[in-house]
């Protein structure tokens, strides 16, 4: 019986004891996110992802870059900003206490051309701070880059 007992206090407090509430930091993350990449700041952007690296998906095939890959692809003067960005219909998991999924899209309007992509990311707390360990990115089907 004692070994129930503990047994039931320990998924209850597991289950009250989130390091992270998905719904409104990786909100707030991703919000703060797309001011981040509005605005052109470099830096802002590759401090998102975590210190041990991240994967990446999408245009070419799976990497892991370690964080100062990560910060020198934004130095770059191959990475531009947008000229306007936006969030689409963003769903946020909980898929353990410390880490969330986000899926959906986001529009990136470059010129005249505006791309509509298709978004996964997953989030970790690392030093009380959500950041990026997985990013993929792809065009939409059927959705190709318009004038």
């Given at each position: 019986?004692?070994?129930?007992?503990?047994?039931?206090?320990?998924?209850?407090?597991?289950?009250?004891?989130?390091?992270?509430?998905?719904?409104?930091?990786?909100?707030?993350?991703?919000?703060?996110?797309?001011?981040?990449?509005?605005?052109?700041?470099?830096?802002?952007?590759?401090?998102?992802?975590?210190?041990?690296?991240?994967?990446?998906l999408g245009f070419t095939p799976k990497s892991r870059d370690s964080f100062d890959a990560i910060g020198k692809r934004y130095a770059s003067p191959e990475w531009q900003k947008p000229d306007k960005f936006a969030w689409q219909d963003l769903s946020y998991e909980q898929i353990s206490p410390d880490t969330c999924l986000v899926v959906g899209g986001f529009s990136w309007t470059a010129g005249s051309r505006t791309a509509q992509m298709a978004y996964t990311a997953v989030l970790r707390v690392e030093n009380n701070n959500l950041r990026i360990i997985l990013e993929h990115e792809n065009m939409l089907a059927g959705s190709p880059a318009q004038k």
């Open positions: 019986m004692l070994i129930v007992l503990i047994a039931a206090g320990l998924a209850a407090n597991q289950a009250t004891s989130k390091l992270v509430d998905c719904g409104s930091d990786a909100t707030e993350f991703m919000r703060a996110y797309a001011s981040d990449l509005s605005r052109g700041d470099r830096g802002a952007v590759a401090a998102r992802y975590s210190a041990l690296g991240a994967y990446s």
